[in-house]
């Protein structure tokens, strides 16, 4: 079992930046590959990013590289989220999840474990 506590959203204006943490419990979280996503009202949950393992390999989604940025320290069990130049669109609740295959997945349901989510809202 692996618990994954969220924290770090909030209300911030376009272009502005955030940094999510994403802080695990449990199982060795070394051994999970980590994911980002995000579900805004009314649109199915997508993947924002993730990061292998060791850390050496991270993925994007196309809306948001370049901006964002995923990293992990796994001495302190936890994953960040860096968010910079926040859009509105941007606006949702977003969620860590954790995968126990070694390799970055963008399937929801790749995921074994799953944050309570944190809600970021980017005004215009």
Do not use: H
Not at 23 to 41: D, E, H, K, N, Y
Not at 72 to 85: F, H, I, P
Not at 111 to 120: A, C, H, L, N, S
């Amino acid at each position: 079992q692996v618990l994954l506590v969220e924290s770090g959203g909030g209300l911030v204006q376009a272009g502005g930046s955030l940094r999510l943490s994403c802080a695990a419990s449990g199982r060795t979280f070394s051994r999970f590959a980590m994911g980002w996503f995000r579900q805004a009202p009314g649109k199915e949950r997508e993947f924002v990013g993730g990061i292998s393992w060791s850390g050496a390999d991270t993925y994007y989604a196309d809306s948001v590289k370049g901006r964002f940025t995923i990293s992990r320290d796994n001495a302190k069990n936890t994953v960040y989220l860096q968010m910079n130049s926040l859009k509105p669109e941007d606006t949702a609740v977003y969620y860590c999840a954790a995968d126990s295959a070694f390799i970055v997945r963008a399937e929801v349901g790749a995921y074994d474990y799953w944050g309570q989510g944190t809600q970021v809202t980017v005004s215009s």
